[in-house]
């Protein structure tokens, strides 16, 4: 957990200036800066290799380690900062509002309305979903790690302003979806991050509720991150409905950006509620899939094969690369466990080349219990490979057959696919769009009769030929 006192910025948005909330956020970084910090390639170097066998396979550790980041992982990035600033543009400190709602919340009729006006809730929802193994919740921690946990400030433009802000929270959804248990957590999760010790929960739901909402104000929470969510699913009857019920009046009430982390289960619950499914993809809905066949894969695999601890180096081939992916069906996780296995199970061997079959065995150790799920995986790999190629050999068949039926016996006529409401020629764009948006085509024919006249005689080429109409020979023609 990082605390550290607030160091204050220049805001991109010029709305965002003169609220420490915002300006005690670190800057945004740019594109090459972000990929810099989602990134981590372990330490790797050739003289390692001389060591013991039982010394190289502790460095095997490190490949855990290897982070490389994909696109979802930036947009993920880019949406949770713009929420946490989005959500505290309503909530400046150093504005009658944002006393006002830190104290007593949004409408209060017992209080008077401050002169800046009521506190107008600005949170929104977010939607992580990805198979178990893809690298969600670590790309998720990584992208919060950018943020201080807590910032104390003490003064502000020369001014005393004792505020403690907790700038994001993450917990765990409870197996039973049971509101008391949701509230426990976030209730132990601020506590850690204020350092303040234990708070006695409250007795009773609404209390409790109560005392929540409270911490959050106080503390000035600017995101919330509720990973496991898919427990929704086996929630009792009512469970998963008062769950929401809860979220919905944090976002509502309270402004605070939400992000649902969760398994693929749990978009089947959003889409049985239009309201629910609109408000948790609100400010973004990002799915981590397993890697495909293609350069990301390609990309990471490298990354990965240069962390080799054992006395050979062995090249990485197609052939491996394919292998890997097989074995692991995509999924970075079981791609790191097999190809560390297949190390561990080589290095003291006699013979440390990494082969198709040492691939084999170092699967068969690593994957056990996921077996079954990974043929499943596997099997429908397979089943989508066979679809992709009979449907271009389809496709393909298909155009042959077009070609054949509107080829002319002796021509060179041939049939070239393309978008035909734009004219290819540049040339003849303005004269073909000019004729497109004619209105009496009839009435600017110099000779209208001409095509049918051609079509009744002995020599219709020769005919349109000799009227200017057709050209059969273009480049004895414009030499």
């Known amino acids: 957990m990082r605390v550290s006192e607030a160091v204050y910025h220049k805001t991109i948005l010029i709305e965002h200036s003169g609220n420490p909330l915002i300006e005690a956020l670190p800057e945004k970084p740019d594109d090459n800066e972000l990929y810099d910090y989602l990134c981590y390639y372990p330490a790797h170097d050739n003289s390692e290799r001389l060591l013991s066998a039982y010394e190289r396979v502790e460095y095997l550790a490190r490949l855990k380690d290897l982070r490389q980041p994909l696109p979802v992982h930036m947009e993920c990035f880019r949406a949770i900062d713009t929420a946490i600033r989005h959500s505290y543009s309503s909530k400046n400190p150093a504005s009658p509002t944002g006393e006002h709602f830190r104290y007593f919340g949004g409408k209060d009729v017992m209080t008077p309305e401050p002169v800046t006006g009521l506190f107008v809730p600005k949170g929104t929802g977010l939607t992580v979903i990805g198979e178990s193994g893809v690298g969600k919740s670590c790309m998720l921690e990584k992208i919060l790690e950018f943020f201080d946990d807590t910032i104390l400030h003490k003064r502000y433009k020369n001014q005393a302003m004792p505020v403690t802000q907790v700038v994001w929270i993450k917990v765990d ?6 509101i008391r248990g949701l509230c426990l957590a976030i209730l132990r999760e601020l506590d850690r991050k ?3 010790g234990e708070t006695r929960p409250a007795s009773t739901i609404d209390t409790l509720l109560d005392q929540i909402e409270s911490r ?35 976002v509502n009430k309270l402004g605070i950006p939400i992000l649902f982390c969760a398994n693929p289960p749990f978009d089947d619950f959003l889409r049985k509620s239009f309201r629910t499914a609109r408000r948790a993809e609100a400010s973004g809905y990002f799915t981590v899939e397993m890697l495909e066949k293609n350069e990301c894969w390609d990309f990471f695999v490298s990354e990965l094969w240069r962390l080799q601890w054992t006395d050979v180096i062995t090249p990485l081939t197609s052939e491996l690369s394919d292998r890997l992916f097989h074995l692991s069906v995509g999924n970075l996780d079981l791609a790191v466990r097999i190809y560390s296995e297949t190390q561990r199970l080589l290095i003291g061997s006699g013979d440390e080349r990494i082969t ?7 699967a068969a150790s690593a994957i056990r219990a996921t077996r079954k799920l990974v043929e499943v995986r596997q099997d429908e790999l397979r089943f989508l490979k066979a679809l992709s190629e009979n449907k271009k050999k389809r496709i393909s068949t298909e155009f042959d057959e077009t070609v054949r039926s509107t080829a002319v016996v002796e021509k060179s006529f041939v049939v070239i696919p393309g978008d035909l409401s734009r004219c290819p020629h540049p040339e003849f764009q303005k004269r073909v769009i000019e004729l497109r948006d004619c209105s009496n085509l009839y009435g600017i024919m110099s000779d209208p009769g001409l095509i049918v006249r051609a079509s009744e005689g002995h020599n219709p080429l020769l005919d349109l030929t000799e009227a200017g109409i057709l050209c059969v020979d273009p480049l004895a023609a414009f030499m």
């Open 173 to 178: 959804c409870p197996s039973d979806a049971s």
């Open 194 to 196: 204020l350092e303040c």
């Open 216 to 250: 959050i104000r106080f503390c000035y929470l600017g995101f919330m991150v509720i990973d496991e969510m898919q427990y929704l699913n086996v929630a009792k009857s009512g469970g998963s409905d008062h769950m929401v019920g809860f979220i919905h009046n944090l």
């Open 356 to 362: 198709l079959c040492a691939l084999d065995s170092g």
